[in-house]
């Protein structure tokens, strides 16, 4: 009986290391957080091992001893060049290179609620002992750690796949005129059609270093032709309202205020925004070769670009760049960044939040297509049955902003039945209290009548056909019929 008690013993203490053997030695003080540097590493070293636990020096994060008599975590993350620390003359070793790398290309912007916090939060996820930070976004707090973990690996690696994209044209065309390659670009894959570019991010060689058999890749398309998008809606295809004299540097401040943010407009994380809520990115996007075709031109149908220097008051969602990314095990996705659906009117509204529920309405609106007693089953956004109930059926606007819309209406869904193109939406919103339409785009993208406020914006025009679809000819005729019916 001895014997099979020892036995017992025995297997409790191996089960120690997955639970009440890390009390006192897990994260918290005794868990290296920034700066990630040799003098804060050898304080949180000492701490770990004063308390007669065991430091790892490459994971910086600290354990019961039990938990090195295993196997399971002996070489520090399967790191064999490091091993544990069990006393205060083996802490203060040089930084690891991902301690280096945090503190050269992030610095400050590492804390909890520093504008690279997502990074942090998804190596927290993931690294050993690491103690997971609360997401700064109050509509994150259900979150689960696993999820929260995940989203903000996304979040990191889109945002600076998109910085990444944002060039001043395209690296293949640079390399041609200037005799020199860009120091990012890896390789090229012209085989795929569309200018496509694989680059190297921060964030990656970060991930690496800890995962060095997980996927961590990026690429960008078409950057050249988005480049001149971006110009263009600077210039000849201004909207009106306080545009940026350079978008590429004005979406790259906003990528770079913090991370990403699941879109009001649908609870999961296939809709995102900026930080300060300026641009919107779709991701899981699917209709790579509809873009390319509009971007570039296709046939007798025209670029986008060509489209609006005759139509610069255009209500097409405006597309910024596309990127694609790979990360936690998951196959690749496509993530496109589009100007703000509502033109920045929430934004107006409540600079630092999404408005509170009630403050605007916003409608997804199309012809005879859908059935128009139809409603929502989504509270944040109605259709069109929702509009004739709740609005009357009617845009309320002045009757020389309805001529202006529908004039400018007719040439973009001239300009989508050219490409083939259905299934997109007129995206209405609509908000009270005279909030106007100063430093917005004009009519009739923005429009001011009386209380009340109306953006508009066709979204959605990418989506490709499907054998219940309306063909492209009579689809734009019902929209243009929609639009002169609600809009007298």
């Known amino acids: 009986r001895i ?7 025995a297997a409790l203490a191996a089960l120690l290391p997955l639970g009440l053997a890390e009390e006192g030695c897990g994260p918290g003080p005794y868990a290296l957080s920034p700066p990630f540097d040799q003098k804060h590493s050898e304080d949180v070293c000492k701490t770990c091992v004063s308390a007669n636990c065991r430091w790892c020096p490459f994971s910086q994060s600290c354990a019961h001893p039990s938990s090195w008599f295993s196997g399971r975590d002996s070489s520090c993350m399967n790191k064999n060049d490091f091993k544990p620390v069990e006393s205060g003359n083996g802490c203060g070793a040089p930084p ?9 290309n992030y610095g400050k912007g590492l804390s909890a609620s520093g504008a690279n916090g997502d990074l942090m939060r998804c190596l927290q996820g993931r690294v050993e002992r690491w103690q997971m930070w609360p997401d700064p976004d109050p509509r994150a707090v259900d979150w689960g750690d696993g999820e929260l ?11 600076e796949a998109v910085v990444a994209s944002l060039s001043t044209g395209s690296s293949f065309m640079n ?35 800890f995962f060095p058999k997980e996927y961590c890749e990026v690429k960008t398309y078409g950057e050249y032709d988005f480049s001149q998008l971006r110009k263009a809606y600077s210039s000849y295809a201004s909207q009106g309202g306080d545009v940026p004299s350079d978008y590429s540097n004005d979406l790259k401040d906003s990528l770079q205020r913090g991370p990403l943010r699941p879109s009001d407009l649908k609870k999961e994380a296939l809709f995102l925004t900026t930080w300060d809520f300026k641009y919107s990115l779709l991701m899981g996007f699917e209709e790579k070769s509809n873009l390319e075709k509009m971007v570039r031109g296709d046939k007798e149908a025209i670029p986008l670009k060509d489209h609006l220097r005759s139509n610069p008051y255009s209500l097409l969602q405006r597309v910024f760049s596309l990127v694609q990314i790979k990360i936690l095990k998951k196959k690749d996705v496509y993530v496109l960044v589009l100007a703000n659906e ?13 408005p509170a529920e009630g403050v605007v309405q916003r409608y997804d609106l199309k012809g005879k297509s859908r059935k128009q007693t139809k409603k ?16 009357q059926n009617e845009l309320r606007l002045r009757n020389w902003q309805c001529k202006n819309f529908l004039k400018y209406l007719q040439p973009d869904l001239s300009w989508l039945e050219s490409h083939d193109l259905t299934e997109y939406s007129l995206f209405v919103e609509v908000a009270g209290n005279s909030v106007g339409c100063s430093g917005l785009p004009k009519v009739p993208l923005c429009n001011a009548c009386l209380e009340d406020t109306t953006t508009l914006a066709i979204v959605d025009y990418f989506k ?9 000819k009579k689809f734009s005729a019902q929209m243009m019929e929609f639009a002169g019916q609600v809009c007298l």
Not at 376 to 391: C, L
Request: proline share 4%.
């Open 175 to 209: 390399f041609m005129l200037n005799n020199s390659a860009e120091q990012l670009v890896k390789a090229r894959a012209l085989s795929e059609g569309w200018e496509a570019t694989e680059r190297e991010t921060n964030f990656c060689a970060v991930y690496k270093q």
């Open 149 to 159: 973990s995940d989203f903000s690996c996304a979040s990191a690696l889109i945002r």
């Open 464 to 472: 490709e056909k499907t054998w219940t679809s309306t063909s492209p």
């Open 342 to 354: 509502n033109h920045g009117l929430e934004r107006k509204i409540s600079p630092e939040k999404v």
């Open 376 to 391: 929502s089953i989504n509270p944040y956004v109605g259709i069109n049955g929702d509009f004739a109930e709740q609005q």
């Open 3 to 9: 014997p099979a008690m020892w036995q017992l013993l």
């Open 96 to 104: 690891t290179e991902w301690m280096t790398l945090l503190e050269s």
